[in-house]
């Protein structure tokens, strides 16, 4: 079965750092794509960054750029996610999600989705 | 940025009948677009990509048309496992983008 599983949210302060981890399972994960999208709480959905499967091409959302690092261990089946300077506004569940079309670089649907991830920014 | 924005954003339909979901980008994006399901507390869900693909195992109701900027997602005999949020994402270019979301509730 392809899954993929998030960890690491949690209460962090304005300010402060926290790094989210993905497991990836069930498919050749160095062959796909990758991406983190958050949902703020009651509201609608935002691609946060994307990663190819060679981690050469990686984009971020304007809103995260220059705060925030995606990265991958193909050798672990594994995503990350550095975020760095965090604010209130970074307050989300976040999802990480499989770039399903394989050795293919951009961004396309995604597929599947993990259960996600809350993280709180908040003194 | 391609801005999404979907209509209604709330559907009251009866249970077998059908429900028209409508999503409109600001500027053309072919075909590049995609329909999730996200039931309450859980994850979307893949239902469409490419307009009109339906994800592996979707049930044949569900269907989705369209092209440019103007597309559809219908059920065309809603059940009650449909109660959700829809939405549509447009992959044309970067950031990828969602609409708001359309909320169906059953009748």
């Known amino acids: 079965e392809v899954q993929v599983i998030e960890s690491g949210g949690d209460l962090v302060q304005p300010g402060g750092s926290l790094r989210l981890s993905c497991a990836a399972s069930g498919f050749i994960f160095s062959s796909h794509g990758m991406n983190w999208v958050r949902q703020a709480p009651g509201q609608g959905l935002e691609w946060v960054s994307y990663?190819?499967?060679?981690?050469?091409?990686?984009q971020y959302a304007d809103s995260v750029k220059g705060r925030f690092t995606i990265s991958r261990d193909n050798a672990e089946n594994s995503l990350y996610l550095q975020m760095n300077s965090l604010r209130g506004e970074d307050t989300a569940v976040y999802y990480c999600?499989?770039?399903?079309?394989?050795?293919?670089?951009?961004?396309?649907?995604?597929?599947?989705w993990g259960q996600g991830t809350l993280v709180t920014v908040s003194s | 940025e391609i801005v999404m924005t979907q209509s209604p954003a709330t559907l009251s339909v009866s249970p077998e009948e059908r429900a028209t979901l409508s999503c409109r980008a600001s500027?053309?994006?072919?075909?590049?677009l995609a329909w999730y399901q996200q039931k309450p507390g859980q994850a979307p869900r893949l239902l469409i990509y490419?307009?009109?693909t339906r994800a592996t195992g979707l049930p044949a109701r569900f269907s989705g048309s369209g092209s440019g900027t103007e597309f559809t997602l219908i059920i065309s005999r809603l059940q009650s496992e449909d109660l959700a949020l829809y939405y549509c994402q447009q992959y044309k270019s970067w950031p990828p983008t969602f609409g708001g979301g359309t909320q169906v509730e059953i009748k």
């Open positions: 999600a499989r770039t399903p079309t394989p050795n293919v670089v951009g961004w396309v649907w995604l597929d599947p």
């Open positions: 500027q053309s994006i072919s075909t590049y």
């Open positions: 490419g307009a009109s």
């Open positions: 990663i190819s499967g060679d981690s050469n091409f990686i």
